[in-house]
RNA sequence: GUGAUUGUAGCUCAGGUGGUUAGAGCGCCAGAUUGUGGCUCUGGAGGUCGCGGGUUCGAGUCCCGUCUUUCACCCCA
């Protein structure tokens, strides 16, 4: 049979792998300067934990599970009757399982950090893929909007290494669903924000069509309009928003959040280049009830489409699973995109990575000269220097070129005549020079 | 789920209107160099032309189906 792999998966090589983590090291390690810990959970979760928190098109999308045991299946059969399991579609819905299985060996707040491949039945783009890594990280159980504060930091952090230019878009739900009040269509919510967010890519007139079509009354898209054509500065959004969103609780609300997280950046020298308040900005996860968050690519270089990253606040995504009122707030990023981007840009170009670490390769002259080696090696990798012995006695040719292949810088040959001396003799790969040294001198030049 | 698009050697791709034995470059292997990589030269291996069916005396080429690739929509990291 012919090999092959799933539609949208793929399989990385070394040289994928070193850049893929380069990206991941990035951002484990700003995660783990904030204070997040690792947590795992397993790639399939019950269709009953996952069902019904990504909205209806999220539903369509989740990976089932044949149940084991299954003979034949007729054609008329429930799919909840011959699939009980599924893949996980995100991190963020088996982190809340995850939190109320473990209620009481938890302390909140509880920040946490999960690197982990997704699964969503897509049909594979650009930037698009069926399995896919995301890198959260979410703090539960603590209200304070300093963790929006912080989430935004880390964003800047991390998008600061890789070396393009990002635009981060901040909204709040609650701003979302007091306009949708003030039109008077509070329970058109998810209709309303799905239009929304593609005014700057199809425009008002687009905008209004789809509204009208979903059911929208002439006279709740008149109200509207003045959304439309707010100035960009963030004072004039807020000067906006502070009279159309007058009468409801719920809107001041959020406004109020829109500002401590705005005033609060600034105060910490968060340049507003980079940060920008997006009315329009919905984000289709159903669990998000408070600010919500995408990074988008803002380089001149590159027109990548798609989000590079995604999160927002969920008040209450516990309390389906049993544990009510202790909201979160976290954030995904992709780095399936981020790596997308950066080949694109020939960014790793300009970074350090490796695809080997092996710093000397021995070379095999036979069983006997092998067995000298290996003695050597265990030494000199007590000393911290990454080794390794050609396992064939090939040919010279052919292990020289195995070192350069792989870009091993040193080659060391033993043969019959080192043995005798007690000498190596270390061949300098980039040069091509070959000299003579003890075992001792070598370990102090390679780790110097 | 809707609409397009792609598939020929390990890789990148040629193969007018169907017609002998399907080609190139790169890579790979071997030798020139029996203890020495990159460069050069010489030689060699490698293809069910995605898969299945159909039209035809004859299909890589035309038709249908299917899978796959890429892209747009929807939605999203």
């Known amino acids: 049979m012919k090999p092959a792999i799933p539609k ?25 300067s904030y204070g997040y810990r690792q947590i795992e959970t397993p790639a399939m979760e019950n269709l009953a934990t996952l069902e019904g928190k990504y909205g209806d098109e999220g539903d369509q999308l989740l990976f089932r599970i044949l149940n084991s045991g299954l003979k034949n299946v007729q054609h008329s059969v429930k799919i909840s009757d011959i699939a009980e399991k599924g893949l996980r579609y995100d991190l963020t819905v088996p982190f809340a399982r995850y939190v109320v299985m473990h209620r009481h060996e938890i ?16 049909r594979p783009q650009k930037g698009r893929y069926r ?28 998008f600061a290494q890789f070396g393009f230019k990002i635009k981060l878009l901040v909204n709040n739900r609650k701003i979302l669903s007091a306009i949708a009040e003030a039109i008077d269509q509070p329970d058109k919510i998810t209709d309303l924000t799905v239009a929304l967010d593609k005014l700057d890519k199809t425009g008002t007139d687009k905008v209004v069509d789809e509204l009208t079509s979903k059911g929208f009354s002439p006279g709740s898209v008149q109200k509207l309009l003045p959304l439309f054509k707010v100035d960009e500065s963030l004072n004039s959004k807020i000067h906006f928003l502070n009279s159309f969103l007058s009468g409801s609780e719920t809107g001041r609300k959020g406004i109020e959040e829109i500002e401590t997280l705005f005033r609060t950046l600034a105060e910490l020298g968060v340049s507003s280049e980079l940060l920008k308040l997006e009315l329009t900005l919905a984000r289709g996860l159903n669990y998000y ?28 995504l516990t309390g389906i699973f049993g544990l009510p009122s202790v909201s979160g707030v976290g954030i995904s990023f992709g780095i399936d995109r981020i790596y997308d981007v950066m080949e694109e840009l020939n960014l790793f170009d300009q970074i350090p990575y490796t695809t080997s670490s092996t710093q000397v390769l021995f070379v095999n002259f036979g069983e006997k000269e092998a067995c000298h080696c290996l003695q050597l090696l265990s030494h000199i990798r007590k000393k911290g220097v990454h080794a390794e012995l050609y396992p064939d006695p090939a040919k010279m040719k052919k292990q020289i070129g195995y070192a350069d292949a792989n870009r091993i810088p040193y080659v060391v040959l033993i043969g ?14 980039l040069t091509g020079v070959q000299e003579k040294l003890s075992l001792d001198d070598f370990i102090k030049r390679l780790t110097e």
């Open 416 to 429: 019959s005549e080192e043995i005798q001396s007690g000498l190596l003799t270390v061949k300098t790969m």
């Open 107 to 122: 302390m909140f707040p509880f920040k946490r950090f999960q690197i982990q491949p997704v699964w969503r039945a897509d």
């Open 8 to 32: 949208g998966t793929r399989d990385f090589s070394p040289a994928e792998m070193a850049k893929r983590n380069f990206i991941i090291d990035v951002i484990r390690s700003v995660y783990n």
């Open 289 to 316: 009830t408070g600010a919500i968050f995408e990074v988008k690519l803002n380089d001149p270089r590159s027109a990548f489409p798609g989000s590079l990253l995604g999160g927002g606040r969920y008040d209450d």
């Open 131 to 158: 399995e896919f890594v995301q890198c959260d990280a979410d703090v539960i159980g603590s209200d304070s909007l300093l963790n929006e504060v912080e989430m935004v930091l880390m964003i800047n952090e991390v």
